[in-house]
């Protein structure tokens, strides 16, 4: 089992930055790609961005390429989501998640899901 627990969530004005963090505990001695999803209100979960474990492929959904940046540090347990020029659209909850393998919009759902941190992007 893989634990995870996002933080950094927040407010911000349209066009502000914000940095989610997402630590994983528990059974981390396998190498995991981690990644995000959000969900807005009344909509679809959907993906965000994905990092594999080597830090060497990573995904973004066509609506935050060139916004968002996702890494991961050395020890490869605590994935970070960079977002910046924020949309009043990007408003959502931001869920961290891990699979064994590298994940992206067109591919299942992750094994591992955090709770959720929201981000609230006001115009």
């Known amino acids: 089992q893989v634990q995870l627990v996002e933080s950094g969530g927040g407010s911000v004005q349209a066009g502000g930055s914000l940095r989610l963090s997402c630590a994983a505990s528990?059974?981390?001695?396998?190498?995991?790609?981690m990644g995000w999803f959000r969900q807005a209100p009344g909509k679809e979960r959907e993906f965000v961005a994905s990092?594999?474990?080597?830090?060497?492929?990573?995904y973004y959904a066509d609506s935050v390429k060139g916004r968002f940046t996702i890494s991961r540090d050395n020890a490869g347990n605590t994935v970070f989501l960079q977002m910046n020029s924020l949309k009043p659209d990007d408003t959502a909850v931001y869920y961290c998640?891990?699979?064994?393998?590298?994940?992206?919009?067109?591919?299942?759902?992750?094994?591992?899901w955090g709770k959720g941190t929201q981000v609230t992007v006001s115009s």
């Open positions: 528990g059974r981390t001695s396998i190498h995991y790609a």
């Open positions: 990092i594999s474990w080597g830090h060497s492929n990573t």
């Open positions: 998640t891990a699979d064994g393998s590298l994940f992206n919009s067109e591919s299942g759902g992750p094994l591992y």
